[in-house]
């Protein structure tokens, strides 16, 4: 069995975020490390029911040289964006936002599930785009169930989101190279988290697992050591991610992404002069640009 030193690299606690009706634990940015592949900002949010008629409301606002993955284990999010994008993503599914350039977006509550009070519980992660990549044109895509390859065996149910593993391929695009799952563990079952990507690392969102033996935390991200094909059992939930490393540094500034800290302040003024494009059937309201940025990775 591995000890503790060689499966994990590194462990990163989570900043939780109480907003009242729900909590986000969030892992990356952190002081310890910014990136692991090309996740660069990983939130988890929930399990929560928000009171009835109540919803959450996050406001149109920008993002550049990112991409956004909102994936959900229970709820629904009504997403609209600048490019004219409009989609309701419940579980099962994936939505990627590729901001390129530019876009902005907003994520809301659907209207029809308001009454009754929305269950939320999902997780919201940043890619950072590569080298050459960054500008691109932004783009939206939404991937149902069917895209996203099932691996089930014996106690395990693995759904492949981003990229390859255990020889199932996502239909989910890719800028570089990506891996992402979502793991249900039942009855001790066990699989292995394949060894080929530059970084990966493992977070519980649910229930109880371990790897090699170790038992994990709760909405602590562990990152894996290079090379190590570690093995997780148990009964709970785990979420897989990672991918090639970069090698050239990303900065995280309140919203934006990018190689370039001048592109970031560019970014800053334009949001603020309210140069980015407005979203269609959200055209009212907007997140300001903060006093204090909180969203921060440190040199």
Not at 19 to 25: D, M, R, S
Not at 67 to 85: K, M, P, Q
Not at 86 to 115: D, F, K, Y
Request: charged fraction near 20%.
């Amino acid at each position: 069995m591995a000890t503790v030193e060689t499966a994990f690299a590194q462990t990163i606690a989570p900043v939780t975020h109480d907003l009242g009706a729900f909590k986000v634990h969030r892992t990356l940015p952190s002081r310890e490390r910014t990136m692991v592949g090309p996740f660069i900002f990983v939130d988890e949010f929930g399990p929560a029911r928000l009171p009835a008629g109540q919803g959450m409301d996050v406001r149109p606002h920008p993002h550049i040289n990112l991409a956004t993955v909102t994936y959900l284990f229970n709820g629904a999010i009504e997403h609209r964006d600048s490019i004219g994008s409009h989609q309701v993503i419940e579980p099962g599914a994936i939505n990627l936002m590729t901001a390129g350039r530019g876009i902005v977006h907003s994520e809301r509550s659907p209207e029809a599930i308001r009454a009754a009070g929305p269950s939320l519980y999902g997780m919201q992660t940043w890619l950072a785009l590569p080298d050459g990549g960054e500008e691109v044109e932004p783009a939206f895509d939404h991937v149902p169930g069917d895209g996203l390859p099932l691996i089930e065996d014996g106690g395990v149910s693995a759904r492949v989101l981003m990229g390859r593993l255990w020889g199932a391929e996502a239909a989910t695009p890719c800028h570089s190279p990506t891996i992402y799952a979502d793991i249900e563990l039942a009855d001790g079952g066990s699989i292995p988290v394949e060894a080929e990507a530059d970084e990966r690392a493992v977070m519980l969102v649910g229930g109880s697992a371990e790897l090699d033996g170790q038992a994990l935390e709760p909405f602590v991200l562990y990152v894996l050591a290079p090379g190590h094909e570690a093995r997780l059992s148990g009964d709970g939930r785990v979420m897989l991610m990672g991918g090639g490393a970069f090698t050239t540094p990303r900065h995280v500034y309140w919203n934006f992404v990018s190689s370039s800290r001048d592109r970031l302040n560019q970014a800053k003024e334009d949001w603020k002069a309210r140069r980015f494009p407005l979203v269609p059937g959200d055209e009212e309201e907007f997140i300001p640009f903060p006093d204090v940025v909180r969203t921060v990775s440190y040199p």
